[in-house]
């Protein structure tokens, strides 16, 4: 159940509606938005009559959310959410392009590799420090080690740092060393992570989708870490397990204005994940960003063919620089 509030709705209004609902056992979320502030129900909403709060005059109306997930709704916030990752802003028109590859191999690379996709246009880095490998015996990535040779990245090129949590108990870890916190495709159910990341934790979570995720689940997923209490996701879509054995997953990127009816969070596209060959990267770069995503996430290494792990669909420096070039042109037409 939501409540919309009156334009002419003061603060002191929505105060006495917050605190009558909460008297009855529910919990509140609210919105503010330019016109009107939402009210979130969050509970058993059978202890609350709708028309108790219809006759009060500063309620505009009271609805109810046909859909299970209830804060991350376009029908409880009808803005698009602009979240806010160390001072790059994502969604609401503001993009997000993360680069950097898929695993941390030295402090030389990582750097070298940092300052050109800076060079790029990239605003966040992204590097693998645990790594989830399909084969126990394939490179699982260099742990905390990694961390700290993203930090002194960052101390180089100011970029903020992307890097995948598997594990609870590095929430306090990452909480102190990484910018955004990506929860991999295989984690995206992992529900007493995103319990923990919802209660220990408001740094920015990137939300990937499971193999073969409906877009409902996937959202659901976004709503277990919103109603522990953190509202700062970004969901990423990376392909997914289709009958098609030529690429590694199909992309979809129906995802994006579907997702964009179903929900305020904003969306990033990953097609390196999705087409697993560097030649698909670029045309599906820049149809992710005609079909109106909000950022892209690509990986890029200064060496592909010597890579430990996903070399054959990373880009070279060059490749990437040239790709957002012509990025930049399709941001200045949207």
């Known amino acids: 159940m939501i409540i919309v509030m009156k334009s002419s709705a003061t603060k002191e209004d929505v105060a006495k509606i917050k605190e009558g609902v909460e008297a009855k056992g529910l919990r509140t979320s609210i919105v503010v938005g330019e016109e009107q502030t939402i009210i979130g129900l969050i509970g058993d909403t059978t202890k609350i009559d709708p028309r108790s ?4 005059p500063t309620v505009e109306k009271v609805m109810y959310v046909s859909v299970p997930y ?24 503001n993009y997000c392009y993360i680069a950097g590859p898929c695993s941390v191999e030295s402090e030389e690379q990582v750097i070298e590799i940092a300052k050109a996709v800076k060079k790029a246009g990239a605003n966040m880095l992204r590097g693998g420090a645990f790594k989830p490998r399909t084969s126990p015996y394939a490179f699982q990535g260099m742990g905390s080690t ?3 040779i993203l930090l002194k990245a960052k101390e180089v ?3 903020p740092i992307v890097t995948e949590l598997m594990d609870e108990s590095h929430i306090e870890e990452f909480e102190e060393k990484v910018d955004l916190i990506q929860i991999g495709a295989r984690n995206m159910q992992n529900f007493s992570l995103l319990k923990e990341l919802g209660k220990r934790t408001t740094k920015p979570i990137l939300l990937k989708r499971g193999l073969s995720a409906t877009y409902e689940e996937w959202i659901m997923s976004a709503e277990y870490i919103m109603a522990n209490g953190n509202p700062n996701v970004i969901l990423c879509e990376r392909g997914i397990r289709t ?4 690429t590694r997953n199909t992309l979809d990127l129906q995802a994006i204005p579907v997702l964009q009816r179903m929900t305020h969070l904003p969306i990033v596209i990953d097609p390196s994940h999705a087409g697993g060959k560097y030649w698909l990267v670029e045309p599906m ?7 109106g995503a909000d950022g892209l996430m690509i990986e890029v290494h200064n060496d592909p063919e010597c890579a430990m792990c996903d070399g054959a669909q990373s880009l070279k420096p060059e490749k990437y620089e040239a790709l957002m070039t012509k990025i930049k042109k399709i941001e200045e037409l949207r």
């Open 53 to 56: 709060l219809e006759v009060v």
């Open 70 to 93: 209830k804060l991350a709704s376009r029908h409880f916030h009808p803005e698009d959410s602009v979240i806010d990752v160390s001072g790059v802003k994502v969604g609401g028109g």
């Open 146 to 148: 990694a961390l700290d």
């Open 157 to 159: 090129t100011g970029l």
């Open 243 to 246: 009958f098609e054995t030529y």
């Open 285 to 291: 770069a820049q149809a992710a960003m005609i079909a």
